[in-house]
């Protein structure tokens, strides 16, 4: 990659059928639909693998939110991308399972709107993540009960895209 490469998205219908290419950041100062994955990952004991996005993310630093995300390149399936990120994001990979897609838009605070058909994946994994400080400042595992209080209590301190992620999750259990 070049110094002047700019992360592109795959623009979709509400299908999820590709319509386009965009700049990611273009893309989301549009409000533009675009193509994204979620992954969740679980321990044995069923509790969740979160993490604390680092500050300098172009938005939403410094938020609790599910175990990594990202957007999939023009060329990669969303499994492909996955993969990918969990290893970028907190340096170990699982085996993934798709398990439903959502759309969701949120404005937010920085004039950015995130409009995504986001697909979600759940994987299990025992043992320590290595998360890279470039994209994680903290981690945690945490039951879906606790997690669901706290949401409660400080809506604040998590992603908009987990909070409905989740809710999803938890109301289909």
């Given at each position: 990659?070049?110094?002047?490469?700019?992360?592109?998205?795959?623009?979709?219908?509400?299908?999820?059928?590709?319509?386009?290419?965009?700049?990611?950041?273009?893309?989301?100062?549009?409000?533009?639909?675009?193509?994204?994955?979620?992954?969740?990952?679980?321990?044995?004991?069923?509790?969740?693998?979160?993490?604390?996005?680092?500050?300098?993310?172009?938005?939403?630093?410094?938020?609790?939110?599910?175990?990594?995300?990202?957007?999939p390149q023009p060329r990669e399936t969303c499994n492909q991308a996955a993969h990918k990120a969990l290893i970028k994001e907190m340096g170990f990979d699982c085996k993934l399972k798709k398990a439903f897609n959502f759309i969701y838009r949120v404005d937010l605070q920085n004039g950015l709107t995130e409009y995504e058909y986001d697909c979600v994946f759940f994987g299990e994994f025992d043992g320590e993540p290595k998360p890279s400080h470039k994209e994680v400042m903290g981690y945690k595992w945490v039951s879906l009960r606790e997690l669901r209080r706290d949401i409660t209590k400080k809506p604040k301190k998590y992603s908009a895209w987990f909070k409905i992620a989740l809710e999803k999750i938890i109301t289909n259990q």
């Amino acid at each position: 990659m070049t110094k002047d490469y700019k992360p592109q998205v795959v623009l979709v219908n509400k299908g999820n059928r590709k319509i386009g290419i965009e700049e990611k950041l273009k893309a989301h100062k549009k409000g533009k639909l675009h193509r994204a994955f979620s992954v969740f990952v679980f321990n044995p004991k069923g509790e969740l693998l979160i993490q604390q996005r680092a500050k300098t993310k172009y938005h939403s630093g410094g938020l609790w939110s599910n175990t990594a995300c990202s957007h999939p390149q023009p060329r990669e399936t969303c499994n492909q991308a996955a993969h990918k990120a969990l290893i970028k994001e907190m340096g170990f990979d699982c085996k993934l399972k798709k398990a439903f897609n959502f759309i969701y838009r949120v404005d937010l605070q920085n004039g950015l709107t995130e409009y995504e058909y986001d697909c979600v994946f759940f994987g299990e994994f025992d043992g320590e993540p290595k998360p890279s400080h470039k994209e994680v400042m903290g981690y945690k595992w945490v039951s879906l009960r606790e997690l669901r209080r706290d949401i409660t209590k400080k809506p604040k301190k998590y992603s908009a895209w987990f909070k409905i992620a989740l809710e999803k999750i938890i109301t289909n259990q």
